[in-house]
């Protein structure tokens, strides 16, 4: 099955009507000691982690002796049928939701990867980037290797499949410390799932028992408890976890580095009702709300979020502002997935396809806006002035996180540095070209309030600050690895 995305216009692939940082990937991995489902739990699982990819979806299954995998394009619900899943049996299983952070969205870069090693059957699926997935491409070329994805998650499974060592536990131990950056990876071996999370935290991983026998691991813990899963913990960064049926073991495997867990997991990626660092993200987001309107308050009449991600700080923001919330805009969720192309009118109304104003709650009234993130600015401009055709007298957009002025090198697709509107423009330049009445970012030290380390210790922020918390003079464009493959 092979199904084309529509992207509403725009040169560079990207959806001009949304302008957001684009999710990175969903992993999954279950082991049982009965067998009864697996593929239909992995699939359920994923599920609730398709917001972390939509346009890819796989799962690999082993039976203790082979693995078998199904992936395509698509979201979760195109990808597998009943008919797809019925072979994939086994006791073990790994999956994957893709946003195709490093290498296009081709077919060959979709996960999990399987390959026969002489230690049996490996399957990976990995969340986040490499920073030195060039180098460590070039090192495998010369010895030898050759490579047939343009993505580094190959990189992982190459370099695994190669390790001395007596178990995967072992050779994941001694080939880890080669990688330098954000990775939460899952692997399948016959007879085991072995998760490993970066010394650095930047994604998130958790793990938890499964009510009818065994473990599951997945990157939000919104898909534990879809399972049904109890004993719900973080893994910790650099930590190892081996699952074998009913067993688990959990080891601090890697050297730990100064942790940097990606703040924007709580400012627009992770579901709201997902818990990572122990804080709930519907919370914190809340928090930023009421952040933002202590810090950049403003005489208006009505908050209205853009849906979905912004709801709960716009919540925090009427709570801390004492301005009534309404909704103003409703989003249609499908259109960024649909399959038939627009007519050139329509792509000519861009926004308009996306979003409603509901004039009733607009008509003469100030409008404080809030949204979570201005990424290359496309948006916020048009939905401005949504609000105002609806009958809004002033539209006052507030953002609940600083801007955004640099690209991120560890699994989040934001584009490079001169496509950030925030790098090119001061605040009063952005609000003349979004046509707002006034533009308010919240700061660092809010964001860092609400997120609950009040000095940002043991979070990235490198792309409000440009500090990265670990060099990325290596890092390599999304596509850079696509020519000799193309
Ligand atoms: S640079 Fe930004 S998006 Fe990337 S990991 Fe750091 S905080 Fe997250």
């Known amino acids: ?98 946003y195709s952070t490093t290498g296009s969205n081709a077919v060959r870069n979709i996960q999990p990867f399987l390959v026969e090693t002489m230690h049996g059957p490996l399957a990976v699926a990995h969340n986040g980037n490499l920073v030195n997935a060039s180098t460590l491409r070039d090192e495998l070329l010369a010895r030898g290797f ?122 627009y990626f992770s579901r709201p009702d997902s818990v990572w660092d122990g804080h709930n993200v519907h919370h914190v987001r809340q928090r930023l709300g009421e952040e933002l309107a202590t810090e950049s308050g403003v005489d208006a009449d009505v908050v209205v979020p853009v849906p979905d991600s912004s709801i709960p700080a716009a919540v925090g923001f009427s709570r801390a502002s004492g301005i009534p919330f309404n909704d103003g805009l409703i989003k249609n969720r499908y259109i960024g997935r649909t399959f038939i192309e627009p007519t050139q009118d329509m792509r000519e109304r861009g926004v308009a396809l996306k979003f409603n104003a509901l004039a009733e709650n607009l008509q003469g009234r ?41 690209a991120c090198h560890f699994g989040v697709d934001m584009g490079h540095d001169g496509d950030l509107m925030a790098s090119r423009k001061t605040i009063e330049e952005m609000r003349e070209f979004i046509g707002a009445d006034s533009l308010a970012f919240l700061s660092l030290d809010g964001m860092m309030r609400a997120v609950g380390s009040a000095d940002g210790a043991g979070y990235c922020n490198a792309c409000f600050t440009g500090e990265y918390p670990i060099p990325v003079g290596d890092a390599q464009a999304k596509l850079s690895f696509e020519g000799v493959l193309a």
């Open 1 to 98: 099955m092979v199904t084309t995305r529509v992207t509403l216009g725009g040169g560079d692939g990207r959806d001009p009507i949304d302008d957001r940082p684009n999710e990175e990937c969903g992993v999954l991995g279950i082991s049982t000691p009965h067998g009864d489902g697996v593929a239909q739990m992995a699939f359920f699982g994923l599920f609730a982690l398709q917001h972390r990819g939509q346009e890819a979806a796989g799962i690999a299954v082993s039976d203790g002796r082979r693995a078998r995998v199904h992936k395509d394009e698509g979201l979760v619900a195109n990808v597998f049928t009943g008919d797809t899943l019925a072979p994939l049996t086994g006791y073990h299983a790994i999956g994957h939701t893709r």
């Open 146 to 267: 050759g490579l047939t994805a343009t993505s580094d998650t190959e990189v992982f499974t190459l370099m695994l499949a190669a390790s001395g060592g007596r178990t995967w536990e072992e050779r994941l131990e001694r080939t880890a410390p080669a990688w330098k950056g954000a990775f939460s990876l899952v692997l399948l071996t016959a007879d085991q799932v072995i998760a490993v999370r970066d010394p650095w935290g930047f994604r998130p991983l958790s793990v938890g028992r499964l009510p009818q026998g065994g473990h599951a691991i997945a990157s939000e813990t919104c898909a534990l408890v879809t399972l049904g899963c109890t004993e719900i913990s973080e893994v910790a960064p650099g930590e190892i976890v081996s699952l074998r049926g009913a067993e688990i073991e959990r080891h601090q495997a890697l050297a730990p580095a100064r942790p940097a867990r990606c703040t924007f997991e709580f400012v």
């Open 366 to 406: 100030r409008v404080v806006m809030i949204d979570d993130s201005l990424v290359r600015g496309t948006t916020a401009g048009p939905l401005v002035r949504l609000l105002r055709e609806a009958g809004a007298t002033e539209v006052h957009l507030r953002i609940t996180c600083p801007p955004i002025t640099h």
